[in-house]
């Protein structure tokens, strides 16, 4: 019913930039939280940046990338991004985007989905 399809991941050198973008498709009635998480083979995926409401109300970033990570939403879109600067080998991993959705499933009947991305591959070399 809804989908998740990122971009923007790729090989980059230390210290620099990249924009990942995440736009979700399909029948949504209204997005909740829009967020990345990303995850390293062998460890648990982490919460990196999450945007809720409307993209204004409240964000939130694991303190490692507080400084160099920036979420922002287009919501006309249905569109996160995040912008990446001063890479560093430890952000190299899987990003994934994630997003809380409405979806309408009937007569004054919906349904709350989490729904997730394929996830985008981020390498940083040093």
């Known amino acids: 019913q809804v989908q998740l399809v990122e971009s923007g991941g790729g090989l980059v050198q230390a210290g620099g930039s990249l924009r990942l973008s995440c736009a979700a498709s399909?029948?949504?009635?209204?997005?909740?939280?829009m967020g990345w998480y990303r995850q390293v083979p062998g460890k648990q995926r982490e919460l990196v940046a999450n945007s809720t409401g409307d993209g204004s109300v409240s964000t939130k970033y694991t303190e490692s990338v507080k400084d160099r990570f920036s979420i922002s939403r287009d919501n006309p879109k249905n569109t996160v991004y995040l912008q990446i600067f001063n890479l560093r080998p430890e952000d190299t991993a899987v990003y994934y985007c994630n997003a809380h959705v409405w979806v309408q499933t009937g007569v004054l009947k919906w349904e709350n989905l989490e729904v997730w991305g394929q996830g985008t591959l981020v390498t940083v070399s040093s």
């Open positions: 399909g029948r949504i009635s209204r997005i909740d939280a």
